[in-house]
């Protein structure tokens, strides 16, 4: 990885909104610690970061703007100048300015966390990794839930989780743990 100046903490849809149980039982029970980690240390550094907040276009669902859930998780609202960019698809990328941001600060490499592994975070994961970022998706500070396949079955939350970082790792980011990011701080 390139030096801190160059590198920003991604958080992706750290929203109240997950907590829904109409999204079932989430993997990782660390999630939430191990996120807050990474942002008290970059905050604690002086490091940028980003958050980028879901807008569900979707009836009834929790993450709609004018929903509770839209809300970030309290530990995850923005403070003093960092930038907040609100998407309506999975990927931060599409119909927002973060690209643009990123390159007019000189931001070259990403460390990505957030909800939910297989959707936004992997989306915007393959996209930063498209667009030529030096990528790190920190695999216990994303998470995501069960999900039906074509099929009926239902493939369990962990299963998901693994897979879709097994589908990213080596192609379009590495992944290490929180504990491997913060011992190289």
């Not at 609202?77 to 609100?86: C, Q």
């Not at 959707?119 to 500070?141: E, I, P």
């Amino acid at each position: 990885m390139e030096s801190s100046k160059n590198r920003t903490l991604l958080l992706i849809d750290c929203q109240k909104g997950f907590d829904d149980p109409k999204w079932g039982v989430r993997n990782n029970p660390n999630f939430e610690g191990n996120t807050q980690s990474l942002i008290h240390h970059w905050r604690h550094e002086g490091r940028d970061i980003v958050h980028v907040r879901h807008s569900s276009t979707e009836e009834g669902s929790p993450l709609q703007p004018d929903a509770s859930g839209f809300e970030f998780y309290d530990w995850a609202i923005p403070v003093n100048d960092e930038k907040e960019f609100v998407k309506n698809v999975n990927s931060g990328f599409i119909g927002t300015t973060l690209e643009a941001y990123l390159r007019e600060n000189g931001m070259t490499s990403l460390v990505i966390a957030g909800l939910t592994t297989n959707h936004c975070v992997s989306t915007t994961v393959r996209m930063a990794g498209n667009f030529g970022f030096d990528v790190v998706l920190v695999s216990d500070a994303c998470a995501t839930f069960p999900r039906e396949s074509p099929d009926g079955d239902i493939i369990g939350a962990d299963l998901i989780h693994t897979t879709a970082l097994a589908s990213l790792h080596g192609e379009f980011c590495t992944v290490k743990t929180c504990s491997q990011i913060l011992n190289n701080l």
